[in-house]
């Protein structure tokens, strides 16, 4: 099969916990007063093993519609992406469904601890833990499973990437793109999630 000749291209969504963007009039400025996805707290326990067999993830709202923030802004990404969210008492729970229509294309180019997310397939997660739109914490993750994590600082002028936080992530390749299910340890601020501005973001490789 020839292969399929990509170029990179991030899609990004904002959440409250998640905020949902549509792709036509989409007003960066107010989109998270009102498009809002909000964390399902679970009762069940959550196995990380990249699969998302749950009950629980099933039954929580999800998250689509992406749109890209590079190359074309505002225009919608390329290949679906799905997010769901979950929480307990000791973790907050991301399950992400990676569509790609050319998955035995995925770019996986690093399977270190902090591997380099430029050029390669990856979701990122980035808590705005802070509250303040500036600062935050970096969790990424690729269709293999590598871990990356990095402290934001200056809406991202400046990183941290030798900050190391409690957390867990495992994948799962499947025939139409790749799943993730993330844990991060959040029980001392489990009960301030809805006031806090989450991002999400996924890059990827663009099919021509």
Known sequence: MKCLRRSPIL??????VILLMAAQGLNYATAHLD??????????????DGKLTEPAWANAPKAADFVQSEPREGQPSS????????????NLYIGVYAHDSGVQHLVINDLKKDFNTDGGDNFE?????????????????????????????????????????VWYVK???????????????????????????HLVCRLLLEKK
């Open 11 to 16: 899609a990004i969504m904002q959440i409250f």
């Open 35 to 48: 498009r809002r996805l909000n964390a399902v707290k679970t009762q069940e326990e959550i196995a990380i």
């Open 79 to 90: 290949e679906k992406t799905d997010v769901r969210v979950l929480y307990d008492a000791q």
């Open 125 to 165: 997660v980035v808590l705005d833990t802070f509250h303040d739109g500036r600062n935050g914490y970096i969790f990424s993750t690729n269709p293999a499973g590598a871990k990356a994590d990095s402290q934001m600082i200056n809406e991202g002028r400046e990183v941290n990437s030798n900050w190391d936080g």
């Open 171 to 197: 994948t799962n390749v499947v025939d139409d793109g790749w799943t993730a299910e993330f844990a991060i340890r959040s029980e001392e601020h489990t009960s301030e999630l809805q006031s806090r501005l």
